[in-house]
């Protein structure tokens, strides 16, 4: 109960209320527990109040409320928005796909516990009287004419996979490609499919079997249009969850990072438990290799000097997030206020676009 504590600290009055599906999840991160080991005071992913009461009670009602416009529903925009609605602001949020959580739903198929944020987000969005739209598009004309005092941008990342030679060959993804084949989202990607794992994908995007995460997770065990022979290149804390969501359905991987440490965004304990994990399922982890190229049969890299190879029959580049301004940009004229809030300002996952969303929702 500690950890689920800190994530939710109403969460006995939730269950004696009947409101269990109210309470906000731990996602066994293992963030609070790290911070001991760097003398840094307690904090939680996915509650970015805990350990920070000091600064006052974010959720008191505003005296000034705001007409607020927030673009992507990814964690970021759906904390942003919960926060804002709960203390009284006038809150709209729009989302470009079908589905809210944005590109979180790779992350959320990844790990499970993940998925049990993402839901408790989305049964906000529901229960609070947030003006919601999926599947529209915003531009700076539709935002201009929207008239908010306030318009916070939560887009996501802008990924773009290294200049890497070979990249380019149909049995090589980014993970924005890897994301858009297994939600049916990338017909694009999906066109680097064999013609009967393109249908498989089709089929079971046309039933809209591919927008449910639990579903996903369940029938990606019996198959996906993934070879049994993986390299990953890049051992942050997408390539490594890949590795884990990958390793449990029998896939051969190996993971190659260029820089001199693996997993360095996750949090000491976390990472520790992770490395261990792969190990122990048979995942070979290289660090300080820098990959040279990419073979239609295997992967080049240097190592302590020397040039080796590693056998793939598919390769997945999980490098080249960086923050994305684009759309900041083209709002630089509007009389609102505008704001970047996840990893469209700088890229820090889910727990750094939960705290960012309280960070912002701090100074409207």
């Not at 800190?6 to 293992?30: E, F, S, T, W």
């Not at 790779?106 to 790990?111: E, G, K, P, R, S």
């Not at 529901?126 to 915003?138: C, F, M, S, V």
């Not at 941008?153 to 090589?172: C, F, M, N, S, W």
Request: hydrophobic content about 45%.
């Amino acid at each position: 109960m500690g950890r689920k504590l800190l994530a939710d600290p109403d969460l006995p009055n939730k269950l004696v209320g009947n409101h269990a599906g109210a309470i906000r999840p731990c996602i066994y991160c293992y963030s609070c527990v790290s911070q001991i080991f760097i003398n840094q005071p307690m904090m939680c992913a996915v509650n970015s109040s805990t350990g920070r009461e000091h600064e006052g009670d974010i959720l008191a009602s505003t005296a000034r409320p705001q007409r607020v416009l927030v673009i992507g529903g990814g964690p970021g925009g759906m904390e942003a928005a919960r926060i804002l609605t709960e203390r009284g602001h006038q809150v709209a949020l729009w989302e470009k796909d079908k589905d809210l959580v944005g590109t979180a739903r790779i992350a959320a198929l990844a790990y499970e516990p993940n998925g049990r944020l993402i839901q408790y987000l989305q049964q906000e969005m529901r229960r609070l009287p947030i003006a919601l739209e999926t599947g529209k598009q915003a531009s700076a004309v539709t935002i201009a004419q929207y008239r908010a005092d306030h318009v916070i941008v939560a887009t996501g990342a802008l990924r773009r996979a290294p200049d890497i030679t070979g990249k380019e060959q149909r049995h090589v993804f980014d993970v924005d490609e890897l994301r858009g084949i297994l939600l049916g989202t990338d017909t694009r990607a999906a066109a680097k499919l064999s013609p009967l794992a393109r249908m498989a994908v089709s089929i079971a995007r046309f039933s809209q079997a591919l927008r449910s995460i639990k579903l996903l997770r369940f029938a990606s065990r019996i198959w996906m249009p993934i070879a049994d022979e993986v390299v990953i290149i890049g051992g942050g804390l997408v390539g490594l969850e890949l590795a884990e969501f990958l390793v449990e359905r029998g896939r051969k991987i190996t993971v190659i990072e260029p820089g001199t440490a693996l997993g360095a965004e996750l949090a000491i304990v976390r990472r520790a438990r992770v490395l261990h994990e792969l190990r122990e399922h048979g995942v070979r982890t290289l660090n300080r290799a820098a990959v040279k190229e990419i073979r239609s049969d295997a992967v080049v890299y240097a190592h302590k000097g020397e040039l080796q190879d590693v056998p793939a029959k598919q390769v997945i580049i999980a490098m080249g997030a960086e923050g994305d301004a684009s759309m900041t940009d083209q709002l630089v004229d509007l009389p609102a206020t505008i704001h970047r809030v996840g990893d469209c300002r700088d890229v820090g996952y889910i727990d750094g676009a939960i705290a960012d969303a309280r960070r912002i929702s701090q100074l409207i």
